[in-house]
């Protein structure tokens, strides 16, 4: 009888990715297969991110929970983010954890489940090649890293220090991944990496010159891939080249995510993000006037060390000029390894908090007008999910989720919809 195996997956897209590796080399090489019963698992696993504190307490409550109900003889193991960043520290306070392994050593899972006590957190590795075995959690979209680790060394973020540098995977490589991915049914190709349109800038094995437009091309051109889209690219690399190529490419889908961070020159250089308010604005207004249909999202983190009511008020004002259609706020929270945790000046929690619900009651009232332009509206959705009561969801080519009445045959299908209702996080509609 095969072993059984239980994840748990925190924290961004290229974790859900990583997962999906794990998932796949342990099945195909030891012949686990996935339980969603911790209590009935052989060897349980937390893919961790350590970008703020928060995640970072879960891990200790998580494992804390699974040590009180796994079988007697199964394993935990800790990979992930903070893995790489906290290593032999958290056998050290949870001796039951049996493995530890980095965000950049994925590909050695299947050494460390056989090497108790094992600690693999090297950032240098390079596994940037590694051919994964194949396992995708969805049917009609394929996530595909398309380079690992990050060359950017914002202030606040603790990223690099988990990913290391920036390495991109081989453009045959990646094209391989496609063509395996459309042939088993994907419909979607969903480009992943910390900073997607740095592409090219470093093999370790590949020497001729290619950037993220030329990779968006040759994706596009494989048979079969009907959508593509990416994150996250970065505001800096949005050069006309890029947009024109996002902007006519109709397999790409429009949602574009443009993340500000602040929307003040003064705290952008602190943060060492390498623009300023104004290039920011000007991407910004080019993106509109040249996809007039896309919707674009975006990280603003608040309460940076020394932001004032006045760098505050310069963001709120980027949001109101933009309207951003999505915003994935944060307050501040300091990183062990990050100059900025260093910085004079840390704001206040109560000030912090109390940006954060101006930012996001303000957005609110803009989505609330948004919402209402939309009923009526026509979009392309792929439907990938059953829903209660009889309904199939899927998502819009600009990233809206839509649901309609109806059921099986409509997944993997991408229709027209004519949106009836709208709320502030999801859209309904009738098939046209
Ligand atoms: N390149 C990735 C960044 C990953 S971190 C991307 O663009 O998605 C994701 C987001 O978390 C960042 O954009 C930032 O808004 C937020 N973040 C990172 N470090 C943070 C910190 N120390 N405190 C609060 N938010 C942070
Ligand atoms: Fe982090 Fe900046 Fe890279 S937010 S992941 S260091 S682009």
Not at 81 to 97: D, F, N, Q
Not at 99 to 124: C, M, Q, Y
Not at 328 to 341: E, L, N, Q
Request: contains cysteine.
């Amino acid at each position: 009888m095969g072993k059984k195996l239980y994840i748990e997956t925190l924290g961004c897209a290229m974790n859900v990715r990583d997962s999906e590796h794990i998932i796949a080399e342990l099945n195909t090489r030891e012949n686990y297969e996935l339980t969603e019963n911790i209590s009935e698992a052989d060897l349980i696993l937390i893919n961790t991110c350590s970008v703020r504190e928060k995640p970072v307490h879960k891990l200790f409550s998580e494992i804390g929970h699974f040590n009180r109900v796994k079988k007697p003889d199964a394993k935990i193991g800790v990979c992930g983010c903070t893995a790489s960043h906290l290593g032999e520290e958290i056998i050290k306070r949870a001796p039951y954890v049996s493995f530890v392994l980095g965000a950049r050593n994925v590909s050695k899972i299947t050494e460390v489940i056989h090497k108790p006590g094992a600690v693999e957190v090297d950032i240098d590795y390079d596994e940037s090649t590694y051919a994964f075995s194949d396992y995708r959690s969805s049917l009609y979209k394929a996530y595909i890293n398309i380079s690992i680790g990050c060359d950017k060394q914002c202030t606040f973020c603790i990223v690099p220090a988990t990913r290391g540098e920036e390495i991109s995977i081989p453009p045959d490589l990646i094209l391989k991944e496609v063509k395996k991915a459309v042939e088993g049914g994907a419909k979607e190709i969903f480009l992943l990496g910390q900073n997607v349109n740095n592409y090219g800038r470093r093999f370790s094995s590949y020497d001729k010159r290619i950037d993220f437009t030329d990779l968006l091309k040759m994706v596009s051109e494989v048979e079969g891939v009907e959508r593509i889209r990416f994150t996250s690219p970065h505001p800096l690399h949005m050069d006309e080249e890029f947009l024109k190529e996002f902007a006519e490419n109709p397999k790409i889908c429009k949602s574009m995510h443009m993340p500000l961070q602040s929307g003040s020159s003064r705290i952008l250089k602190m943060m060492k993000r390498g623009y300023t308010k104004e290039w920011f604005l000007d991407r910004a207004y080019k993106l509109r006037e040249m996809v007039p249909q896309v919707r674009i999202s975006t990280d603003i983190i608040v309460g940076f060390p020394s932001e004032t009511e006045e760098d505050f008020e310069e963001t709120l004002d980027v949001v109101e000029k933009v309207g951003f259609e999505q915003i994935f706020s944060f307050k501040y929270s300091p990183r062990p390894m990050t100059p900025a945790s260093e910085f004079e000046d840390q704001i206040p929690q109560q000030i912090a908090s109390e940006r954060l619900s101006r930012l996001q009651q303000m957005h609110n009232d803009m989505l609330d007008e948004l919402s209402k332009n939309e009923i009526g509206k026509i979009h392309e959705v792929l439907f990938e999910e059953l829903k209660p009561g009889g309904y199939v969801a899927g998502r819009s080519d600009n990233n809206q989720i839509v649901k309609v009445k109806g059921s099986e045959e409509l997944l993997g299908k991408i229709l027209k919809v004519k949106i009836t209702d709208a709320k502030r996080l999801s859209l309904e509609g009738e098939l046209l």
